[in-house]
């Protein structure tokens, strides 16, 4: 069964910009979270989404957004980038969330110059 | 709010040495707890997992027991490999909830 995968793997960006990251959880999968990955501040949730609906979200401003289509695949958006926003972002995918294991993709760079 | 501390890195160690990585948490009720790893350039793969008190988790030679009278998780591996050299970290998971709580991580160095 083929794993999470994200799109693109690397990005880079200027300030000001809008970008979009997307990503297919495993097969069968209905739950997907969104978490971003900094030196300063670690592996922090930004939200998550079941059903194309967002349940949590986490102490993100409102630049950040996220949906979920039908076949459960996700894209997050990120507007008006700031030099900050450089990060590594993962996506994890459950069955249908809860106490379940998540298993994560590789990963989105996103460089904002 | 839920947290989670784990042993401040970088750990550098020869190969067939004992690894032990401290992880507590503070939570309320009985989270699931975690161990990630990540290799360079790669995301988080699940190393083993613990979903009640006294639970033990093991993968490749890795072990962590859920304490709960400590709050504890502490990942230990009798002898290590050059191969194991990435960064590790720590989470809870509250029932109910998909928000996985990190620690920041601690990075390992295996050498030959």
């Known amino acids: 069964k083929a794993g999470v995968t994200q799109t693109p793997r690397y990005l880079i960006k200027t300030r000001g910009q809008q970008v979009t990251l997307s990503c297919s959880p495993i097969?069968?999968?209905?739950?997907v979270s969104w978490y971003q990955q900094t030196p300063g501040q670690g592996l922090q949730f930004l939200f998550e989404?079941?059903?194309?609906?967002?349940?949590n979200k986490g102490n993100f401003p409102g630049r950040f957004s996220g949906r979920q289509f039908s076949n459960s695949r996700s894209e997050m958006n990120v507007s008006t980038l700031e030099l900050g926003d450089s990060a590594l972002y993962l996506c994890?995918?459950?069955?249908?969330?809860?106490?379940?294991?998540?298993?994560f993709g590789p990963g989105t760079r996103l460089l904002v110059l | 709010g839920d947290s989670v501390t784990q042993m401040e890195g970088p750990v550098t160690l020869s190969e067939e040495a004992f690894l032990t990585i401290n992880c507590t948490y503070t939570?309320?009720?009985?989270?699931?707890l975690f161990w990630y790893v990540q290799y360079p350039g790669e995301g988080l793969q699940l190393l083993l997992k613990?979903?009640?008190?006294?639970d033990k988790g093991s993968n490749k030679g890795f072990e962590a027991t859920y304490r709960k009278e400590t709050t504890s998780f502490h990942l230990e591996k009798g002898s290590v490999q050059v191969s194991d050299s990435a960064v590790y970290f720590c989470?809870?998971?509250?029932?109910?909830?998909?928000?996985?709580?990190f620690g920041k991580g601690t990075k390992l160095t295996v050498n030959p």
């Open positions: 989470a809870i998971l509250q029932g109910g909830s998909e928000k996985l709580v």
């Open positions: 989404y079941f059903s194309e609906t967002q349940r």
């Open positions: 613990a979903t009640k008190a006294d």
């Open positions: 939570a309320t009720g009985y989270p699931s």
């Open positions: 994890a995918s459950t069955i249908s969330g809860g106490e379940e294991t998540q298993y």
């Open positions: 097969s069968g999968h209905r739950s």
